[in-house]
Structure formats: structure tokens, C-alpha cells
């Protein structure tokens, strides 16, 4: 199918808006404003989701835009991704791991993106420089797996995922290749209708393991037709594993958050991370948890799950690498260990910060 073609028919414009929301003409400019900056592009499909009776709707919230965004505080780059960046679209934080941002376009902008400042290539900038990030990969022979990202790496046109998965299983210490992509969640036509995309993950899986790593954040994005997207991706021989995000007004309640889990470990996704939402210029102020709330609300729903469920950390991902919150002790201090470092000095280390009852970050 042509992804282009579909998404024409995607929500852009505050105008378009005016069928289900009724917004004043104040509303609009200002809508307008922050779209000059922050683009929106919502999928038939993922508009379906929302309950424009419910003024606080979570499908809503998280790709409808708010007046928030116009909040200038936070940071544009939380993780250190330019001090990364090795060759122009690749990132090379962890020894073991390449990200390659693959192209700059998403089905949907998701309003709580880290990535606001859109920092993918074209399909023609990825092309002048895909050689180059080959021979980086066949150099560092530490490097053991590749995500493929974006934007969103399921975006891009077959041909352009065969290219990379043909050029990656030949290399002889890559021991698996990842997919970062919400498609299965806001777009999963995309993958159903294609039947050439199941035809390329069984062929190149049975050289190197796939992996789709994808972000579900909320119980109702747990459709029929996600669940049949994810029956396609297994059918096909990759493992689907789920990176949620803890957002104010989303999952931020034990109920919510532990449905979501037990709803997506029950369809098949392995529950790989919870993460805390990053400070991020035009999120932070909308979306962000506090870390003593946040670490109450995941181990609730923790307890809410079978062991399957409970796969999974929750983290920070800092400029120094991921960090997960363990818990609390007294109280204005909080445990932590660094998951995954940069630095070999960090690799497991545990340390113990005062935090205030508001702060929703370290550094």
C-alpha cells in the first residue's frame, strides 16, 4: 500500500478540527500557532478513538494539540542524541547499540514526542549516507544490534525496510535488528493490508532475530484491529515488545496503567519499559509525573499483573543512560540504578538522591 497516499487523508490544519471539537475562532489562531511550530497529523483511524464528549479524553490529549505547548521551558534534546550522533542520522550511545533515524515523518505526531524538534532525515539524506553508517557498523564489532527509528521506521516504503534489513543480516556480528514504530498503535492498516511487509520480516528473521519495539500508552488503544496487527507481526516471526510512557492525564493511576499492561501482555507484547516522561520544551509542563507519584503508581500496577506483566523497568533516559527508579526511602529520597551507561564508571551503579514531592526529573 502507499503510506503517502493514506495519509492524505490525515487531520493537519485547525480547521479540520471544527467537525468534532466546535473551536471559537480564538481557539483556532492559537491553534494554528503552535502548529506553525509543533505539526499535527492524526490518522482517520486514531481520531476514531476519541470521546470528543469527554473534554479530558486521553486519546485526545495525546495527539490533539494544547495550549501548553507554547510553554518554552524544558530542553529540546533530554538524552544527549546531538553528542551521540556519530554520522549524520545515526547514534551511537551504548557500545552494543546503533539507532538509526531513519526518516523524519510519523503517521501521528504524538504531542508528548521527545523528538519535537524532528530530528530524522529525508529518504534522500538517509540515502547519501546509509553506505557510510554500514561501514561504522562493520568496524565496531561490539555493536551487536540495531534499531531502526525515526519518525517512525514502519513509514518507510518496503523497499526501503528490505534495504536495511538485506544490508544489516549480513553483518556477521549484528545479532538482532529492532523496529522503533508506533504504527501498530495509530496506523495499523498499515501493516494488515501489506501483505509484502509480512513476506519481508519472515525472510530476513530467519537470518537475524526481529524485534518491533512499539509505544502503547493507553487500555483503548488496544483495539481489534491492533490486536490483528500484532497476530500479523508475530505470524511473521518478530517479537513485539512495549515501551509506555507515564503522562499526566494518560495512565497516571494504578487502574489504568495496570490494565493497559495486563491488556497488552494478554495479545502478546512483552512489557519492556515504562518510561518517565522527559522534560522536553512543550511537554514537560503537560505530561510530566513526579518521580515519588510516578514510582507509586507503577509498582501498583505491577502488583496488578501475572509474571509476564511485570517484565519490565521503570526508567529515566538521561544524557549519562537510562536510569531506573527502584523506590523510595525516607521521605525526600529516592533509590536508582543506572540500567543501562554511558559511561563504564555508571554500568550498575546505585545511588540515592533527595527529591521534592514536584520534581519529575534528575540529571
Known sequence: MNN?????????????????????????IKMNEILEKYPMSITPYYLSLIDFNDQNDPIKKMCIPSIEEIDLSGSFDTSGEADNTVI???????????????????????????????????????????????????????????????????LNSNTKIKKFLAALCDIPHID????????????????????????????????????????????????????????YLRDAGVIVKNQTVLLRGVNDSIEILGELLKNITAIGIVPYYVFQCRPVTGVKNQF???????????????????????????????????????????????????????????????FIEKVTDNQTWIY
Open 176 to 231: 538482532l535488528i529492532r523496529f522503533g514504530t508506533r504504527i501498530p498503535v495509530v496506523y495499523p492498516e498499515r501493516i494488515t493490508r501489506d501483505n509484502e511487509l509480512k513476506e519481508i520480516l519472515s525472510k530476513y528473521g530467519q537470518k537475524k532475530q526481529i524485534y518491533v519495539v512499539t509505544q502503547f500508552n493507553h487500555p483503548r488503544e488496544v483495539t481489534k484491529e491492533v490486536t490483528e496487527a500484532i497476530k
Open 288 to 350: 510530566q509525573v513526579p518521580l515519588k507519584e510516578g514510582i507509586d503508581i507503577v509498582e501498583g500496577a505491577k502488583s496488578l499483573q501475572n509474571g509476564q506483566g511485570k517484565c519490565f523497568k521503570y526508567c529515566l533516559s538521561t544524557t549519562k543512560g537510562k536510569i531506573e527508579v527502584i523506590g523510595k526511602t525516607k521521605d525526600n529520597e529516592m533509590v536508582f540504578k543506572f540500567h543501562q551507561a554511558k559511561y563504564k564508571e555508571d554500568r550498575g551503579r546505585i
Open 4 to 28: 503517502t497516499e493514506s495519509l492524505k487523508k490525515n487531520i493537519t490544519k485547525a480547521e479540520d478540527l471544527n467537525l468534532y471539537m466546535n473551536l471559537t475562532k480564538d481557539e483556532e
Open 88 to 154: 549524520t542520522g545515526m547514534q551511537h550511545k551504548y557500545e552494543q547499540t546503533v539507532i538509526v533515524l531513519s526518516t523524519n515523518h510519523c503517521a501521528m505526531y504524538c504531542r508528548h514526542c521527545f523528538r519535537k524538534r524532528l530530528v530524522g532525515l529525508s529518504d534522500e539524506e538517509i540515502a547519501t549516507h546509509f553506505e557510510e553508517m554500514l561501514e561504522y557498523i562493520k568496524k565496531h564489532e561490539k555493536i551487536s544490534n540495531a534499531l531502526i527509528s525515526g519518525g517512525d521506521s514502519f
